[in-house]
């Protein structure tokens, strides 16, 4: 991702998070601001930005930051080519484990989540703006970069 990207970037953002999107500002800080421990990706389609993710990595541990893909590519692998560069960076940068929060009612995600051996580690109770709840996952890798979507 490059700072160029951010208004189709922005604009998937507000429409897959209206209730807690995260600003342009904070959106560039991650990108300007911290490089040694950041990687974000963004997927295209026909030219077009359709999906962006977001990794953060120190030490043994990542983050999953954020991930979306525009309505209308969902559930046509977009998303899980996205997870599979982001875990595959965290390998690279030295992960033994990931870790994610999901909304507590996005079930879609959770699913996604768990296909890819995520685990539900625990609770965030009013973690978002909304006062929804998010579930904490965690992943733990193997050391050899290898797709880690299960089938």
Do not use: C
Not at 76 to 101: I, P, T
């Amino acid at each position: 991702m490059r700072i160029e990207d951010l208004p189709a970037v922005m604009e998937i953002e507000r429409g897959t998070f209206p209730a807690d999107a995260w600003s342009e500002s904070m959106m560039r800080g991650e990108l300007r601001d911290q490089p040694r421990t950041r990687h974000y990706v963004v997927a295209e389609a026909g030219g077009e930005i359709v999906g962006y993710a977001g990794l953060a990595a120190a030490a043994d541990q990542a983050d999953i930051q954020t991930i979306a893909v525009l309505a209308g590519h969902r559930r046509s692998g977009v998303g899980a080519a996205m997870m599979d560069a982001l875990l595959a960076e965290a390998v690279r940068r030295g992960a033994r484990s990931v870790f994610l929060e999901v909304r507590a009612d996005n079930a879609p995600a959770q699913a996604m989540y768990e296909r890819f051996g995520f685990q539900p580690l625990g609770l965030r109770r009013r973690y978002y703006d909304d006062g929804m709840d998010a579930i904490t996952m965690v992943k733990e890798l193997d050391r050899t970069g290898e797709r880690h979507e299960q089938d």
